[in-house]
């Protein structure tokens, strides 16, 4: 008998490779559940994935702490990165609201159009490019 054996096949039927579980077909690798997981699957994009899909991928893989990661005073509801967009869970971390705005810079922009409906240098808090109380 000259047959030409796949994956794990040892005699009896083979196991996942993930789980362990016996699987009904002596040519496959994983069952079902782990067949067509991250990198196995076709349509799998890795780092060329677009934003909304990267932050649900890391959302899943990348556990939220009990405060932010840079006031440690109130829950984190933003996912945000360190710059370099990748899969690479380094570069993420959980911030509050005001954290994640202070640190995209997006709060100078904010803070200069609060005051009382005026816009920018009009407001008389917003001078050289700073918040002034």
């Known amino acids: 008998m ?9 005699g009896g039927l083979p196991h996942c490779l993930d789980c362990n579980k016996q699987l009904s077909d002596y040519r496959a690798n994983y069952c079902q559940k782990h067949a067509y997981l991250a990198e196995r699957n076709p349509q799998w994009k890795g780092d060329k994935v677009q934003y909304t899909q990267l932050h649900a991928w890391v959302k899943v893989r990348f556990p939220k702490p009990e405060l932010c990661e840079n006031c440690k005073q109130v829950p984190p509801y933003d996912l945000a ?53």
Request: proline residues 0%; contains cysteine.
């Open 81 to 133: 990165n360190r710059g370099i967009y990748n899969r690479d869970l380094i570069n993420w971390k959980w911030l509050c609201r005001k954290c994640h705005m202070v640190e995209d810079q997006r709060m100078i922009g904010f803070l200069s159009y609060t005051n009382a409906g005026k816009r920018g240098i009009e407001n008389g808090n917003f001078k050289h490019g700073e918040y002034i109380k």
């Open 2 to 10: 000259n047959k030409k054996l796949h994956g794990n096949w040892r």
